[in-house]
């Protein structure tokens, strides 16, 4: 890798794995993991997995913290950087304690950046930021006062959502017609941690975008895939489950590059991020910002390879992300989480068992595809229903041929998990 000697590399978060494929080709490079699954195919690319899982912990960043510090703590003759994903954003308080740590640089947003756009009000100056680069903009209900327009009962789908989320984890469909008191005594507590939104219907998609704390870069689109559309026994889930690679229409992408230039002006955004938005008829309405590296990136990570990091080692942006990407022949370009819909326990690896079933599929959609089966359990591991138990990147052709092959190795992938 040009121009960098002797990284050590932490990467924290619920899962690792996405970021660690990422960077682990790059040279010169060491990466310490620290997440929750430590799995298999995780630990064959880092030189360090601490997971919370083997260690017979539920998942808490708290946790998370405690061991990047006693690691920090025993190696105090080396410097290290840290790049922070899914969880953390909702931790300032941690973010600032990892600040004051001698050997150790956090890259990508500040505690400082974090605690600002954790608080309420900031979340209603996002969505005013955005109406104003010609988003459109679904209706908030931040607290009890919000609801008075309503009379006996609400009017309008509404999702509820925890004011600290990630993942679609703990988000709830409210149908129009439901008793608004219900409503209220049901999600608006005296803890103020939960705020509704009106429900809007359409594609979901997301912007992954580089920043530099004074401008801001796109570098890929994607349509985001919830468990809901990869399985539908998981009805009325918003569960993140994946992504597909996509390129907007110009008109989306200047309302989005005026957005997120504004939104880095304004708090000063560094390293990769991301946006959620919906896309319908009626245009497209943002939906909520991802202020930390996001897995969606893993599906760039050819396009872009040692520039990526150079956004958080070297804070550097290139002109032309946007340009290269856009060039790009995509096909069909996919991330797809596998959720089980019942309890099992795994009796085999998932690579042995991926090997069987590749097997399955038709030797001409096989020939002009590149699938991988990722962040592997280890054998003998014990599922619940709802639990994530592997990812599937596939690289296609085209939409029929990603539907062939997802469909498939999902459903042949079942006879082994009763």
């Known amino acids: 890798m040009k121009n960098y000697k002797n990284i050590n590399l932490i990467l924290t978060s619920f899962s690792t794995r996405a970021a660690a494929d990422c960077f682990s080709t790059l040279k010169n490079l060491k990466i310490y993991s620290f997440d929750y699954f430590g799995d298999l195919d995780l630990k064959e690319i880092v030189d360090y997995s601490y997971s919370l899982k083997e260690n017979k912990h539920n998942f808490k960043t708290e946790v998370l913290f405690e061991a990047v510090k006693k690691f920090l703590r025993q190696n105090q003759n080396q410097e290290y950087d840290l790049i922070y994903a899914s969880a953390w954003d909702n931790h300032p308080e ?97 803890n103020g941690s939960f705020f509704a939104e009106e429900f809007i219907k359409g594609n979901n998609r997301s912007c992954q975008f580089a920043a530099d704390g004074k401008k801001a870069r796109i570098l890929s689109f994607t349509q985001e895939l919830k468990a809901d559309a990869v399985n539908p026994k998981f009805k009325n889930s918003f569960k993140y489950a994946g992504n597909i690679l996509t390129k907007e229409d110009v008109k989306s992408r200047n309302i989005i590059s005026t957005f997120i230039n504004e939104l880095v002006k304004k708090y000063s955004l560094q390293g990769i991020n991301g946006i959620d938005y919906i896309k319908n008829e009626q245009g497209i309405f943002f939906i909520e910002l991802n202020p930390r590296f996001t897995a969606a990136v893993e599906l760039i990570k050819d396009i872009y390879r040692e520039e990526l990091l150079n956004i958080y080692l070297k804070n550097e942006l290139a002109a032309d992300y946007l340009k290269k990407y856009l060039k790009r022949d995509l096909g069909l370009s996919a991330k797809v989480i596998y959720y089980t819909d019942h309890n099992f326990k795994l009796k085999k690896t998932l690579s042995e068992i991926f090997k069987i079933i590749k097997q399955e599929i038709p030797p001409r959609i096989l020939a002009k595809s590149k699938i991988e089966i990722k962040d592997l359990p280890k054998k003998g591991e014990f599922f619940k229903k709802d639990d994530p138990v592997f990812s599937l990147i596939i690289k296609s052709k085209n939409k029929n041929d990603y539907l ?15």
């Open 404 to 418: 062939s092959i997802k469909n498939l190795v999902f459903s042949e992938f079942k006879k082994y998990f009763i």
């Open 94 to 190: 941690l973010l600032y304690q990892l600040e004051k740590i001698k050997n150790l640089r956090l890259r990508g947003n500040s505690a400082a950046v974090i605690s600002k756009l954790n608080q309420k009000e900031t979340l209603k100056n996002l969505f005013k930021l955005a109406e104003k680069a010609g988003f459109k903009t679904p209706d908030l209900f931040l607290n009890k006062n919000d609801f008075y327009y309503f009379s006996d009962k609400i009017d309008k789908d509404l999702i509820i959502k925890p004011y600290q989320s990630g993942g679609g984890l703990d988000l709830k469909l409210i149908k129009a017609g439901t008793a608004k008191e219900k409503v209220l005594k049901d999600n608006f507590t005296a």
